[in-house]
């Protein structure tokens, strides 16, 4: 192998938003979760994260930069990826540019990463699960690894949880699997995006600012602390799940939205009965979603479904596009920006 040649790679990983949600996990370092959760992956066209993986024998070590600022691989979260998408590496051959990469060459070989989240990073908006699904997907295409999406996303899960879930489009399920090694713990897709065409996603931006407690330590406390997470696990979300996933595959709104809603407002419970209590969502938050139940209630039937993630950033899925427009009205009326960017500041 020469030492000029630079090959690269890029992809690009839409985020996902829960409808049933991942809080608590039984395996801290493998990331395996205490229930199955569900989700929808939005369009790629607006929330994604794009990452760009080069090799080249010039390169001295691994290095990353997210959103231009060059930020540290050390953590067991990327070594993780890293080395499991090593080990699965194949042989590369570009025969026009005379470039050939053996399978043995890729543990010698170092990785210049770049990435970019065309939403805020850390804002409760799931960055971490469109990044390390991205990571993942960038780094087994360079590398021609032949795994399928539920196997590599077994590997995402090891960056962040919800990234598991992010491989596939339309509605995904992760499974929480049983095994204390992790590979039965792996998302599958449930329907693909063009199931339930109608439905409109709108996110509103309460605040785009990072969240004081992150996703991995507020769900460690919950763990530690709330019993009403034990619960949760083993009695609601089994059920929930189950039910969940008839109302996607009969695109029965009316549960849909009254699942979507009472998961969230049980994971924000969670939050609540967590010692000392996590506070993710805002005023404009519970606004929002007294605005929602009130409306549904008016109309007789839902046409709107809100979820929370963790940080004051409400998700609505409205039924059609025509309550997606009204949808979108009312929220400007009843909630002005404040700022350009953000309902609250
Ligand atoms: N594009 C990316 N590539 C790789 N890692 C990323 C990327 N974007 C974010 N991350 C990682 O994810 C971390 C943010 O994750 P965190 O769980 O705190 O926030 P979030 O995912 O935006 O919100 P939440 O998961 O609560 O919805 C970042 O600090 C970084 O380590
Ligand atoms: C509230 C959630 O968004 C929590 C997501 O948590 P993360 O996947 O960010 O946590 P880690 O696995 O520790 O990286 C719910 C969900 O996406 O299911």
């Not at 370092?29 to 369009?43: A, E, F, K, R």
């Not at 990073?121 to 399928?148: Q, R």
Request: aromatic share 8%.
């Amino acid at each position: 192998m020469g030492e000029k040649w630079v090959l690269m790679k890029t992809a690009q990983t839409p985020t996902n938003i829960a409808v049933i949600k991942y809080w608590g996990k039984r395996d801290e370092t493998l990331i395996l979760p205490v229930n199955d959760s569900i989700s929808v992956t939005l369009d790629p066209a607006h929330l994604c994260t794009t990452t760009t993986v080069a090799v080249s024998p010039a390169f001295q070590q691994d290095r990353m930069w997210l959103n231009g600022k060059e930020i540290s691989l050390s953590g067991g979260r990327y070594q993780n990826c890293l080395r499991e998408i090593r080990t699965r590496a194949r042989e590369v051959e570009d025969k026009e540019r005379g470039i050939k990469i053996e399978k043995k060459d890729w543990e010698k070989l170092h990785l210049h990463i770049a990435s970019y989240n065309n939403f805020p990073t850390a804002a409760g908006l799931a960055s971490s699960a469109a990044g390390f699904a991205c990571l993942v997907f960038a780094l087994a295409k360079l590398m021609n690894v032949s795994e399928d999406e539920s196997q590599l996303s077994a590997i995402a899960r090891q960056g962040s949880g919800s990234a598991c879930r992010s491989l596939f489009g339309g509605f995904v399920k992760w499974i929480m699997g049983k095994e204390d090694d992790g590979s039965d713990s792996l998302a599958v897709q449930l329907v693909d995006e063009k199931h339930w065409e109608d439905l409109f996603i709108i996110i509103a931006v309460v605040s785009s600012r990072q969240k004081e407690t992150s996703s991995t330590s507020g769900m460690r406390e919950s763990v530690e602390t709330s019993s009403l997470l034990q619960h949760r696990a083993k009695e609601v979300v089994p059920k929930r799940t189950i039910k969940m996933e008839e109302a996607i595959q009969n695109r029965d709104f009316a549960s849909f939205a009254k699942l979507a809603c009472a998961d969230s407002n049980q994971f924000h419970a969670v939050c609540l009965d967590t010692l000392p209590p996590i506070f993710y969502m805002n005023d404009t938050s519970h606004r929002i979603i007294s605005y929602v139940e009130k409306w549904n209630r008016s109309e007789g039937t839902p046409q709107v479904a809100y979820t929370f993630d963790a940080g004051p950033n409400a998700v609505l899925i409205a039924r059609d596009r025509k309550a997606a427009a009204q949808l979108i009205q009312r929220l400007l009326f009843y909630f002005p920006p404040k700022s350009d960017t953000d309902l609250d500041r």
